[in-house]
């Protein structure tokens, strides 16, 4: 599988929370997200989340314009067992609407994923092998990512946590420490990234030093 999800070479982040249990019923969240590369805006995220569902709209500064849609279940234990991504190029305007370029359908059953892919080649669909507990990753969605930290809290603050890339169809593994109590420390091989979250366990924002690359939550 190879989706059309990458825009910047930006690392997939998750962070662990001291373990709490989560609300099984929870307003809803709503709210945005900014990724910058030094000073430009490189990517938009608008999402809504409930306790059993996680939608969102991922619009990233290219030329094509790329926007990438996605509708998530969320299972009691914080993964997704099942995502759908929609991706689309252009804008939508009066008299012209954006081109459906790809859309994926994923499905997540123990150490196994599905993958039924439409695209130029038609349907596609393949089975990856992952492990247990792997949380769905797409590029540059802080939203994806905050649900890989609920995940992590209802893991009972593991210290790892095992991604798959929808990107790429690899599954990863995230080493995770907190350092202070409103923020924590991820590292991937010789990359270290740090987030900062309010009390909630909601991600409020952070920074790949190596890569001058800052989100916020707006």
């Known amino acids: 599988m190879k989706l059309r999800l990458s825009f910047l070479p930006i690392l997939i982040v998750m962070v662990s929370l001291p373990p709490t249990a989560l609300r ?10 900014v990724v910058r590369h030094r000073q430009d805006t490189v990517a938009t995220e608008r999402f809504t989340r409930t306790a059993t569902k996680l939608e969102g709209t991922l619009s990233l500064r290219n030329a094509k314009r790329t926007s990438e849609r996605y509708r998530a279940v969320v299972a009691p234990d914080a993964t997704l067992p099942l995502i759908e991504v929609t991706v689309s190029e252009g804008a939508d305007s ?18 196994s994923v599905a993958v039924d ?68 420390r991820l590292d991937i091989g010789d990359t270290r990234i740090h987030l900062l979250m309010d009390r ?10 190596v890569q001058d690359v800052v989100f916020d939550r707006e």
């Open 24 to 33: 099984a019923q929870e307003p809803a969240d709503t709210g945005s997200f």
């Open 94 to 111: 009066g008299e012209v609407r954006s081109r459906v370029v790809e859309r994926a359908r994923v499905i997540f059953k123990e150490d």
């Open 117 to 184: 892919q439409v695209g130029n080649a038609g349907l596609v669909t393949r089975v990856f092998k992952t492990e247990l507990g792997a949380v769905p990753y797409l590029n540059l969605s802080f939203a994806l990512l905050e649900q890989a930290l609920r995940r992590a809290r209802t893991a009972n603050g593991a210290d790892q946590v095992p991604f798959f890339n929808l990107g790429g169809g690899q599954t990863l593994v995230a080493n995770l420490s907190a350092i202070q109590a409103d923020s924590v």
């Open 200 to 209: 909630r366990g909601r991600l409020l924002g952070g920074r790949i030093p």
